[in-house]
């Protein structure tokens, strides 16, 4: 199967990711946490995101794109953490991140198991 939805949901992800560097060194402060919050929000949903981006398919396929979509979205949601923490390694806001991504996947995974 084909998973032009994970692809086309790495392209959103590059255009935003973009769009907030343009907005930080403008000094668009508002339009860089309206950025942010798409990212950040797009990284911990990127499973139902990448879902909601393809056709029907069947459930065993959907579960597949969320499945490979958790590889995309967990070395995502480490940096995001990282970003949070003021670009330093701090536990508590990659831990802020990582835990929702994984939760959001794993409900997903479970949803489509039944």
Same mark, same amino acid.
């Given at each position: 199967m084909k998973h032009n939805s994970i692809i086309l949901n790495i392209g959103i992800f590059g255009i935003l990711f973009v769009g907030h560097i343009f907005a930080a060194a403008v000094d668009a402060d508002v339009l860089f946490r309206i950025i942010a919050t798409f990212?950040?929000? &797009?990284?911990?949903?990127?499973?139902?995101?990448?879902?909601?981006?393809? &056709?029907?398919?069947?459930?065993?396929?959907?579960? &597949?794109?969320?499945?490979?979509?958790?590889i995309v979205a967990l070395p995502l949601s480490i940096g995001l953490g990282w970003a949070y923490g003021g670009m330093e390694w701090q536990l508590l806001p990659v831990a802020a991140v990582v835990i929702p991504t994984l939760a959001s996947h794993l409900s997903v995974d479970a949803l489509l198991r039944r």
């Open positions: 990212i950040t929000f &797009q990284i911990i949903l990127f499973g139902s995101f990448s879902i909601s981006l393809g &056709q029907y398919a069947p459930r065993v396929h959907r579960r &597949q794109t969320n499945r490979l979509s958790f």
